[in-house]
């Protein structure tokens, strides 16, 4: 039975790994690709607006890609009301208290019975 425990955890463990490694790779071809695509974009208005003009609209936009991204990745926060509280009866109280004491006091006997 633990054997068989194991075994799915190692193939979970192998498939996560192989997850993390192939998110990680596609992660840095993304951001090649991303700045490569700027640089194109960044040629092309260049030769239409010249190269001051070009540079403050690339970084206009990739600001406000920024804010973008970061107001989607806001957390949001959900207000959850908590249940309301069970009706316990006045007695459960009182009960376990009378067993709590119980207990402790049948301790407290076997602890004086018991030899040194």
Known sequence: MLSTALTGLTAQAAYLRKRIVSGI????????????GVAAGLIWLIGLYGAIIACAIVAGALF????IVLLLGRRRKVRVTPPPAAA????????LTAQLIEAFLVGAQIGRGAKR
Request: avoid cysteine; aromatic fraction near 8%.
């Open 25 to 36: 790779i596609a992660g840095i071809l993304f951001v090649g690709a991303l700045g490569f």
């Open 64 to 67: 406000v890609l920024g804010l």
């Open 88 to 95: 316990t009866p006045a007695l459960a109280g009182s009960a």
